[in-house]
């Protein structure tokens, strides 16, 4: 690790990301051990390598799978859901740091979306927003809104998710090179609860290249999904990690600092004023907080209010 100037064997290796990981939740405040976790997990080796480090942790941390039914033209939603279950099923999280007493088994939800509203994401897309290309708007929003809803249900006051430094710093460039002061303003480790209805999310990956959690999940002999989602390919975001990947081989380093110096100027107030408190209220249809008058999008996107779980 060239940034760190570090070297680690595979053992030392997943004691250094383990404490690393405490060291960002403790830092950012981002929970504590009296609260439950909800892990959003896509069988990636973000999210796995995340619910594995918690529960080593000691944490509470359950998981949250999402059946997006995107099967072709490769078996996407398939495949990663059974590397979610073999992983729960392989007990490899039950190797608790330092001894630890080992972790009781965690509890998977799976909310099937086809099954649960009667279509995949890809034919909600084009049923329902014709003409924006890709499903991952639909996507976004469902999964947003499932991971949201379910975590308040069953009591749940943390949504941890797995976005790492690259993640986080190809949606800073996107923002940055326009300038959206809104989103800058929002972007964080922790997005508190700030009302009634919303859970409190939290990235404890935030500060980890993206090479560092694979190494991770590599070192713990996680079988995670290495297929990426089809409809990823060619996304603006993949360009601007290629971007910020050549930038970091000429100046090693240079992602983890423009992150963590927006983090300070963030700090510092340098987007205060362009934080506008939304105003929110009920949807009429399933009661999620809403900017919407009456049903919130999603409800009007499914044109339902169950969920299932
Ligand atoms: S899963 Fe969904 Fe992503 Fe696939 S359809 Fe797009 S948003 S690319 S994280
Ligand atoms: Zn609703």
């Known amino acids: 690790m060239r940034h760190h100037k570090l070297a680690l064997c595979a053992e030392h290796y997943g004691e250094w990301f383990v404490a690393q990981t405490e060291r960002a939740i403790e830092k950012y405040r981002m929970f504590s051990r009296d609260e439950r976790v909800l892990v959003a997990v896509s069988g990636g080796k973000d999210s796995l390598a995340l619910w594995d480090a918690l529960l080593r942790l000691g944490y509470h941390a359950d998981g949250l799978y999402i059946a997006l039914g995107i099967n072709d033209p490769i078996p996407y939603s398939d495949a990663s859901l059974e590397k979610t279950r073999k992983f729960v099923d392989s007990g490899e999280w039950r190797v608790a740091k330092d001894d630890a007493p080992l972790a009781p088994r965690p509890t998977l939800y799976i909310v099937d979306i086809p099954a649960a509203y009667g279509k995949t994401i890809p034919e909600i897309a084009r049923a329902k927003m014709r003409g924006q290309g890709r499903p991952c708007a639909a996507c976004g929003l469902t999964k947003r809104y499932v991971m949201n809803r379910l975590a308040l249900e069953k009591g749940y006051t943390v949504l941890a998710t797995g976005h790492n430094l690259d993640d986080e710093i190809a949606v800073l460039f996107q923002n940055t090179l326009r300038w959206q002061t809104g989103y800058l303003a929002r972007q964080a480790p922790v997005l508190p609860a700030s009302r009634e209805g919303l859970v409190k999310k939290v990235k404890p990956f935030c500060r980890f290249y993206e090479r560092e959690t694979a190494t991770y999940a590599l070192a713990r002999s996680i079988d995670y999904i290495y297929d990426e989602c089809p409809h990823a390919g060619g ?54 907080p809403t900017s919407a008058p009456e049903r919130c999008a999603f409800c009007r996107m499914w044109n339902v209010s169950r969920i299932v779980e």
């Open 235 to 288: 996304n603006l975001t993949n360009f601007y990690k290629t971007l910020l990947n050549q930038l970091e081989t000429e100046s090693p380093g240079s992602k983890l600092s423009f992150y963590l110096e927006f983090l300070r100027a963030r700090g510092e107030g340098a987007f205060e004023q362009f934080n506008r408190v939304e105003e929110l209220h009920a949807c009429e249809l399933c009661g999620q």
